[in-house]
């Protein structure tokens, strides 16, 4: 019990998906790996991360009050990290811009961070526009802060609908659960999310194995290798040019 607890609290825990905020990422009722063990490290999430946050304040409502025997399950899967515990209020959307960049999004065009447009093809739901039911911006997200969306940007209430609360819409990294690395079920869903700053659709590959201490031996320490190494990478190629010149359950 005491290793579920470590687990649970340091390394890994499950979270299932009530909506259909992140289609076709993500689908109502998938179950979702969370790597909690990289922000130990000093890493914060990157650009086109999907990733499960606390509600900073006002993005959800009052949760149905969960009693009985299901209850009782769920408190005993939660102290184990199966599910999220009824009294958690989470979110899951793409990180699409990170403190210190300016992001905007005007009727009929893309998302642009920074001036730059936004290839969202790979994850953007079938059908959808990037932000024609919500335009918004200019805004610049002040250091320490995110601005999240969901996939299906037209069933997603994301930061753009909330710059009416503090934070303007943005979140606060501290919110930050960790990053949803693994679809762990159902079996035919079996892959793993983008790491790093790409913004890209679910890898094709599906992970070897069986879910369970396969994925926490193997997936958590590869998934931060590889943040450790793109970060490692950033800070050198950064010193280069530097030297040359002087990106209860989660709901929608």
């Known amino acids: 019990m005491a290793l579920a607890l470590v687990i649970k609290t340091f390394l890994v825990q499950a979270f299932s998906i009530p909506s259909d905020s992140m289609q076709n990422t993500l689908q109502r009722g998938d179950r979702v790996l969370v790597d909690k063990l990289t922000p130990w490290f000093g890493n914060t999430p990157d650009r086109g991360e999907v990733v499960v946050f606390h509600d900073p304040g006002g993005w959800l409502g009052e949760s149905p009050a969960n009693e009985g025997v299901g209850a009782v399950i769920q408190d005993g899967l939660s102290f184990i990290g199966l599910m999220p515990s009824a009294e958690d209020q989470d979110l899951i959307k793409r990180v699409i811009a990170v403190g210190g960049d300016t992001v905007e999004c005007h009727k009929g065009g893309p998302v642009l961070v920074n001036g730059e447009a936004l290839d969202e093809s790979a994850y953007l739901y079938p059908g959808n526009t990037p932000c024609d039911d919500r335009p918004f911006g200019p805004i610049e997200v002040p250091d320490g802060r995110l601005w999240m969306m969901g996939d299906h940007r037209q069933d997603s209430l994301d930061s753009r609908?909330?710059?009416?609360?503090?934070?303007?819409?943005?979140?606060?990294?501290?919110?930050?659960?960790?990053?949803?690395?693994?679809?762990?079920?159902?079996?035919?869903?079996?892959?793993?999310?983008?790491?790093?700053?790409?913004?890209?659709?679910?890898?094709?590959?599906?992970?070897?194995?069986?879910?369970?201490?396969?994925?926490?031996?193997?997936?958590?320490?590869?998934?931060?290798?590889?943040?450790?190494?793109?970060?490692?990478?950033?800070?050198?190629?950064?010193a280069r040019t530097a030297s040359v010149a002087g990106t209860p359950s989660p709901e929608g």
């Open 161 to 238: 609908y909330h710059q009416n609360l503090p934070g303007q819409g943005t979140v606060s990294v501290d919110d930050v659960v960790g990053r949803a690395i693994v679809i762990a079920w159902p079996v035919t869903r079996w892959g793993t999310l983008p790491v790093g700053g790409e913004l890209g659709a679910v890898a094709g590959a599906a992970l070897a194995g069986t879910p369970g201490s396969a994925v926490l031996a193997g997936v958590v320490p590869l998934a931060w290798w590889r943040r450790h190494r793109a970060a490692t990478a950033g800070r050198e190629a950064g």
